[in-house]
Nanobody, 124 residues
């Protein structure tokens, strides 16, 4: 059974930092590209960042470039999202997702597995 378990969300003031982690089990992790998505109330789920199966390629949504960094540890089967200089508009539930492919996909429909999400709230 595939499981993706996010952690690290919370409440932070604008300008602060959080580090999200996603632990995977039940799948050959090194064969999966991983993505982070977010969904704010009343909005569609949107791509935030993605990383290829080797970690050699990354892709970011424009609004988070230079602030967020995605990384992965295939030995530990984890993917992380370091979020710095957080803004109130970053407030959302953040999800990690896995897709068995080499390259990063930005469309959430393309992903095979999803975690339950972790809430990130940035106060102004």
């Amino acid at each position: 059974q595939v499981q993706l378990l996010e952690s690290g969300g919370g409440l932070v003031q604008a300008g602060g930092s959080l580090r999200l982690s996603c632990a995977a089990s039940g799948l050959p992790f090194s064969l999966y590209a991983m993505g982070w998505f977010r969904q704010a109330p009343g909005k569609e789920r949107e791509f935030v960042a993605g990383i290829g199966w080797s970690g050699g390629s990354t892709h970011y949504e424009d609004s988070v470039k230079g602030r967020f960094t995605i990384s992965r540890d295939n030995a530990k089967k984890t993917v992380s999202l370091q979020m710095n200089s957080l803004k109130p508009e970053d407030t959302a539930v953040y999800y990690c997702a896995a897709k068995r492919t080499v390259v990063v996909h930005t469309n959430p429909v393309a992903y095979d597995y999803w975690g339950q999400g972790t809430q990130v709230t940035v106060s102004s």
